[in-house]
């Protein structure tokens, strides 16, 4: 383990509830909760990059179904039950089997799977700013 990396558990809780209450608030306006999770972890090198993918999925499954059914419950009938339902499956298995894969890859292959996701995030979220269709 690198030295700049605090040994498993020795973030302070307070910490991390604070980092996974800003970045669910953060989801909930759409900004999104793994990006900014990745980097408020990196930051402060509370985890090795290897252990990221895991901890966001393990971390943010909970709070995610929660804005799942409030959002469900307030929008009432403007939510499509059975297309909210095959998405949180969907979401669920990818995550499930998606962290098993990824719990096997070497430190640089998930970084190099992260800039590249997080690019491609940017790219659909500047092209869907830049639409004539989305304004």
């Known amino acids: 383990m690198s030295e ?32 900014t999770t990745t980097a408020a972890l990196r930051l402060g090198r509370f985890t090795a990059d290897e ?47 998606g962290a098993g894969v990824v719990a096997h890859w070497p430190r640089r292959t998930i970084q190099r799977a992260m800039a590249i996701a997080l690019l491609v995030t940017a790219g659909f979220m500047a092209l869907r700013m830049l639409s004539p269709a989305c304004r």
């Open 51 to 97: 252990n990221i993918p895991g901890t966001l999925n393990v971390g943010h499954a909970t709070p995610t179904l929660l804005q799942a059914v409030l959002f469900t419950i307030a929008l009432g009938g403007l939510i499509d039950i059975p297309t909210i339902a095959s998405m949180v499956m969907a979401g669920g298995i990818g995550a499930w089997y």
């Open 4 to 35: 700049s990396i605090r040994a498993p558990g020795h973030a302070p809780m307070p910490v991390l509830f604070g980092i996974g209450t800003v970045a669910n608030f953060f989801d909930a306006l759409g900004v999104g909760s793994f990006a």
